[in-house]
């Protein structure tokens, strides 16, 4: 699986869209990208994954680059309760996909 | 994250007991995997089953260590004569088939193991 990079820390004022980043330049063409995030004390909570297209559901949007090296995540109207790590995480669609990596990820930290 | 549950949530064993942890899957889904995250680190993979069957067990530590998903009932993570170094938080997630690349895997608050 393609390794992927996060910035350690982002802040976002509450009721603003959050845009988080993650490069993932070695991603191959049958390879995913998944976010999660993981709120204190939590498990971790899927939030989108995608292939190509970029992806929208009740909770975020997925914009993925056309040459698929790099990713944003946005939370449109970020609130308190968004404050966690969000993983982005490559995962091929063979083979041992099963195996979740998670790295640092990014604390993203909504103020008040 | 409600469906899969994972019971106790706290759990503290004294060095040389046994550990159970129990996960309870997704109504629907018979895949189960373990992850273990220490203080301060990401998770990491331990171990896939199905019913009844041990897919890969590659992220166990070779001893001490045991999984099962019986036919009836949770999913067990064992740990025998507990040490230190295994206090953590254990997570278990579920799908409902073989993630291929589509189904993703919903985790359970985790079970946090103290070793006193």
């Known amino acids: 699986d393609a390794k992927t990079t996060q910035p350690p820390s982002m802040d976002c004022a509450e009721g603003r869209a959050a845009n988080l980043p993650c490069n993932h330049s070695?991603?191959?063409?049958?390879?995913?990208v998944y976010w999660y995030r993981q709120i204190h004390s939590q498990g971790p909570q899927y939030i989108i994954h995608g292939l190509k297209n970029n992806e929208t559901n009740e909770m975020a949007s997925l914009i993925i680059t056309e040459d698929r090296k790099s990713s944003t995540l946005i939370l449109p109207h970020a609130t308190l309760r968004d404050t966690a790590v969000y993983y982005c995480i490559a995962l091929n669609s063979g083979g041992s996909n099963y195996k979740l990596t998670f790295g640092k990820g990014t604390l993203l930290t909504v103020n008040p | 994250n409600a469906g899969v549950m994972q019971n106790p949530r706290h759990l503290v064993r004294r060095r040389g007991q046994e550990a159970r942890l129990r996960c309870s899957p997704m109504?629907?889904?018979?895949?189960v995997y373990w992850y273990r995250q220490l203080p301060e680190e990401g998770l990491k993979f331990m171990v896939y089953?199905?019913?009844?069957?041990?897919?890969?067990e590659s992220g166990m530590p070779k001893e001490r260590f045991s999984a099962e998903f019986p036919k009836e009932g949770p999913s067990i993570l064992r740990i025998q004569q507990v040490v230190r170094g295994d206090s953590a938080a254990y997570f278990c997630?579920?799908?409902?088939?073989?993630?291929?690349?589509?189904?993703?895997?919903?985790f359970g608050d985790g079970t946090r193991l103290s070793i006193l």
């Open positions: 109504k629907g889904h018979s895949h």
């Open positions: 070695t991603i191959s063409g049958n390879e995913y």
């Open positions: 089953l199905q019913k009844e069957n041990i897919i890969d």
């Open positions: 997630a579920s799908s409902p088939k073989l993630v291929q690349g589509t189904q993703p895997q919903h």
